[in-house]
């Protein structure tokens, strides 16, 4: 049995059954009962993943909503934490979470001790208490708005929609009851309990949703955006403003320092090549490639051959005459239909890799080609790589021990 739960698709079937058993009436303490083993190790995304193919299949979004506070409950003490990444203060994630533990610190201090007085004693002094509190709580709608508006649009950007569109309707929710509690201090007509109870459920869900973020969206957009998304993010921030507290550093990303620190240093030149996550020179990227063991080969989107690299392990002859020319051209009439039909799937989205092995004396050869696509999904060109798997093949046992 360890085998098919350490499996992950096996996992990801008990998970969705998990959910759908919560969504037809199963309680809490009957799901944990029955996959607490398995539910051991579940990470955020894959939850997250998970409603979102149960949303494609025909669950309702508003029916994830209604029931997130179940799926966070069954979850909570399961949540791999391996997929928390180091916050560094600054970070926009960082400061949510300071905005957090503020909010849990105000009603924890002055929310709940307000409270209780309030249904001792409904008087004036005690109902104005509450609407301050109110007021204050309020501030929580700068918290969501950064999230809804800076958060989730480049989640959405990596086709994750189901979980934004969940918890902004969960944010509305507490919103509304926000408002509503405002309303019913300020307009107080006696009824003290159902201003009591409102005011405790609306700590609840405020509580729930933290749990929601820091455990389920914080992760998955700190596993998923890039250092230069997390930059517009932060640099949006201000306008937006900030819950109960206001960021006391500034953040250094820290690719972004040090490319700023070479080039103070006069150590960035003009052959300096930036990505989202580092940089090279040019030098360094043309080393890397050759150095990879295999060929690498790259052809655009209009089909023509833009790259081969020159390893000391190169399979198959390439001369700097192809540079420029049509890959089908590049091959025997025998064999263009099997290039084409490759191409054309990577281009209509039929496929995204495609693999062959073959046997050349000692070698075992495998040509490998892969769709390269952009972060929107558009198609760039076609990556080849080949390789002699004969040496792996061969491998047996372990190998821990340094070579002499």
């Known amino acids: 049995m360890s085998e098919l739960i350490n499996n992950r698709e096996h996992r990801k079937k008990i998970v969705k059954d998990v959910i759908r058993k919560l969504h037809e009436g199963a309680t809490v303490d009957e799901v944990k009962a029955q996959f607490a083993e398995v539910l051991k190790g579940v990470s955020a995304t894959e939850i997250t993943v998970i409603e979102g193919e149960l949303v494609k299949e025909g669950l309702p979004v508003e029916e994830i909503q209604r029931l997130c506070n179940v799926h966070a409950e069954v979850f909570k003490g399961t949540i791999d934490e391996i997929h928390h990444p180091e916050q560094v203060p600054g970070h926009p994630v960082y400061t949510m979470k300071e905005e957090n533990r503020a909010i849990e610190k105000y009603i924890e201090e002055s929310v709940n001790p307000n409270l209780e007085k309030f249904r001792e004693d409904d008087s004036k002094e005690n109902i104005n208490a509450l609407i301050g509190d109110v007021n204050l709580l309020w501030d929580i709608d700068k918290h969501y708005s950064r999230k809804e508006n800076l958060i989730f649009p480049y989640l959405e950007k990596y086709n994750i929609t189901a979980p934004p569109k969940v918890m902004w309707g969960v944010d509305d929710e507490i919103r509304a009851m ?4 405002k309303i019913m ?43 230069d998304e997390w930059i517009s993010i932060y640099n949006d921030s ?39 996550t580092g940089f090279f020179t040019h ?33 198959f002859t390439r001369t700097k005459a192809v540079i420029g020319r049509k890959v089908q051209n590049c091959h025997p009439p025998a064999s263009v239909h099997v290039v084409e039909k490759i191409v054309n799937d990577f281009k209509s989205g039929k ?12 070698k075992i050869v495998l040509i490998r080609y892969f769709a390269v ?13 080949t390789q002699d798997i004969a040496p792996m093949k061969a491998l047996e046992g372990e190998k ?3 070579s002499e």
Do not use: C
């Open 283 to 315: 030098d360094e990227l043309e080393s890397m490639l050759n150095t990879i063991p295999g060929d690498i080969t790259f052809v655009d989107k209009d089909d023509t051959v833009k790259y081969f690299s020159q390893g000391e392990e190169r399979i």
């Open 185 to 227: 201090l300020s307009d107080y007509k006696g009824n003290k309990d159902e201003v009591y109870d409102k005011f405790k459920k609306t700590i609840h869900e405020i509580k729930e949703m933290i749990f929601k973020e820091e455990n389920i969206l914080f992760p998955m957009a700190l596993d998923t955006l890039s250092e």
């Open 238 to 276: 201000d306008e937006i403003g900030y819950a109960l507290i206001e960021p006391k550093v500034e953040w250094k990303a820290r690719r972004a320092e040090a490319f700023k620190k070479l080039k103070t240093e006069g150590e960035v030149r003009d052959d300096h090549i930036k990505f989202d």
């Open 351 to 362: 496929k995204d890799h495609e693999d062959f092995w073959i046997k050349m004396g000692d």
């Open 373 to 385: 696509r952009n972060k929107n999904g558009e198609y760039l060109g076609t990556l080849e790589f």
């Open 178 to 181: 926000i408002r509503e509690l």
């Open 400 to 402: 821990r021990l340094l």
